[in-house]
């Protein structure tokens, strides 16, 4: 058995972290679609990407109950906010460090006219949440078979 050495982030990797997680909060949507201010702690790493026949939302949720979790669709925008409990031993000073940011998030996306708002389906599988968009039959491509004399 070897022995591998940890090695903390450098203090510039993390200054940089912090400074692009403050920018996010400070210039990203901040209201629901009620006008009410929505404080948003932290946001998901999310890959979207692009099939014939759907699209597929995969966004980077461990330690988020799917429970506290909410996916709503209104005027082509798909809305995923939910939250990340803090542990009972966090809130009573049990930890020595604390690195997983916990608290509220937002994500919203505008659709692309071919999806289908009405066929999206969600599922939780080992800390990721995958939304299948899928598109509308019309918009699927098809060939034009050519004919000739």
């Known amino acids: 058995m070897s022995i591998m050495r940890y090695q903390t982030p450098s203090p510039l990797a993390q200054l940089r972290q912090e400074i692009d997680r403050l920018f996010n909060l400070a210039f990203a949507p901040t209201e ?61 000073g049990g930890f020595r460090r604390i690195e997983r940011v916990r608290g509220r998030f937002l994500r919203r996306f505008t659709l692309p006219q071919s999806a289908d708002e009405d066929k999206i389906t969600a599922r939780s599988v080992h800390g990721t949440l995958e939304v299948v968009i899928p598109k509308r039959e019309q918009a699927l491509t098809r060939r034009i078979p050519i004919a000739s004399e």
């Not at 629901?32 to 597929?56: N, Q, S």
């Not at 995923?80 to 966090?90: L, M």
Request: aromatic content about 4%; overall charge negative; glycine content about 8%.
């Open 32 to 92: 629901e679609g009620d006008g009410t201010l929505y404080a948003r702690d932290w946001a998901p790493a999310v890959d979207i990407r692009e099939e014939a026949d759907r699209y597929v939302v995969l966004a980077d949720i461990p330690g988020v109950d799917p429970k506290d979790i909410e996916i709503t669709m209104e005027n082509g925008v798909l809305t995923i906010t939910g939250e990340r409990q803090a542990e009972s031993d966090q809130q009573n």
